[in-house]
Nanobody
Framework: QVQLVESGGGLVQAGGSLRLSCADS????????AGWFRQAPGKERELVAA????????YYTDSVKGRFTISRDNAKNTVYLQMNNLKPEDTAVYYC?????????????????WGQGTQVTVSS
């Protein structure tokens, strides 16, 4: 059973960095592709980055390319999101989730296990 817990959010000034972590206490996350989503107030939840189960392939939405890096350590059952050069528009609750397959999908409906979310606030 996948049980995801995010950490690493907080308040940071524009241009700063944060590293989010998503740990799976169920120790099965290595079997599945994983993604980081975010949801800002009044907006729909969007996929920010995703990674295959092996970690060999990644996906980024255009607005974070070159600034964010998704990675995973399957030995530690953890998925990371390194966020650099943060902007005020990155402010949102960030969620990690696992897909039902090993490959990346951008459809939110393909993700069946979710963490509780962690708040990221970027001040200008």
């Amino acid at each position: 059973q996948v049980q995801l817990v995010e950490s690493g959010g907080g308040l940071v000034q524009a241009g700063g960095s944060l590293r989010l972590s998503c740990a799976d206490s169920g120790r099965t996350v290595s079997r599945y592709a994983a993604g980081w989503f975010r949801q800002a107030p009044g907006k729909e939840r969007e996929l920010v980055a995703a990674i295959t189960a092996s970690g060999f392939s990644t996906y980024y939405t255009d607005s974070v390319k070159g600034r964010f890096t998704i990675s995973r350590d399957n030995a530690k059952n953890t998925v990371y999101l390194q966020m650099n050069n943060l902007k005020p528009e990155d402010t949102a609750v960030y969620y990690c989730a696992t897909d039902t397959t090993r490959l990346i999908r951008t459809d939110i409906h393909g993700y069946d296990h979710w963490g509780q979310g962690t708040q990221v606030t970027v001040s200008s």
